[in-house]
């Protein structure tokens, strides 16, 4: 999701944040009710005296839950740039880490770099000092060709 703002002091703000079908929550949720019939069919086993099944019931669930919260942790981020009269700040958060960086208008370049494969993939980069940082790398598509219009138009009306 691409989000732009402008301040009362004419300061752009970009804020990008990738998309979640579904909250954690309701992913537990799912994990929860999927578990009731496989564990059902478990102690049902154990019942008939196969209760070696049962413990893979729950080493199954643990894993699919296990694999939910990395999931969940690792798509916890959010990109932020920050464009002012003589520099603009990248600023990206990704759970309880935050990465700042602040680059000088006058020696920063955004890249477009459009790979010529079958899915027409588009990345933005910013090059400072030959060192290549990507802007919205979880961004899909259609998102990432709106935040190169959006960039376009910043730096068009900000003279960049």
Same mark, same amino acid.
């Given at each position: 999701? $691409?989000?732009?703002?402008?301040?009362?002091?004419?300061?752009?703000?970009?804020?990008?944040?990738?998309?979640?079908?579904? *909250?954690?929550?309701?992913?537990?949720?799912?994990?929860?009710?999927?578990?009731?019939?496989?564990?059902?069919?478990?102690?049902?086993?154990?019942?008939?005296?196969?209760?070696?099944?049962?413990?893979?019931?729950?080493?199954?669930?643990?894993?699919?839950?296990?694999? $939910?919260?990395?999931?969940?942790?690792?798509?916890?981020?959010?990109?932020?740039?920050?464009?002012?009269?003589?520099?603009?700040?990248?600023?990206?958060?990704?759970?309880?880490? $935050?990465?700042?960086?602040?680059?000088?208008?006058?020696?920063?370049?955004?890249?477009?770099?459009?790979?010529?494969? *079958?899915?027409?993939?588009?990345?933005?980069?910013?090059?400072?000092?030959?060192?290549?940082?990507?802007?919205?790398?979880?961004?899909?598509?259609?998102?990432?060709?709106?935040?190169?219009?959006?960039?376009?138009?910043?730096? $068009?009306? *900000?003279?960049?």
């Amino acid at each position: 999701m $691409i989000k732009f703002s402008q301040t009362e002091t004419d300061v752009d703000v970009i804020t990008l944040v990738p998309n979640l079908s579904a *909250s954690f929550r309701f992913n537990l949720l799912l994990v929860c009710l999927a578990a009731l019939p496989s564990l059902a069919a478990g102690i049902f086993f154990a019942y008939l005296g196969l209760w070696l099944i049962l413990p893979f019931v729950g080493i199954e669930f643990s894993v699919v839950t296990l694999g $939910i919260v990395y999931f969940f942790r690792k798509i916890q981020r959010k990109q932020k740039l920050i464009f002012r009269e003589y520099d603009f700040d990248f600023i990206e958060e990704q759970g309880a880490s $935050i990465y700042e960086q602040r680059f000088p208008r006058i020696w920063t370049k955004f890249i477009v770099d459009q790979e010529n494969v *079958s899915f027409d993939l588009i990345r933005v980069y910013i090059l400072f000092q030959g060192q290549k940082t990507e802007i919205g790398d979880f961004l899909n598509p259609t998102e990432r060709r709106e935040l190169v219009e959006g960039l376009r138009k910043i730096c $068009i009306n *900000s003279n960049f």
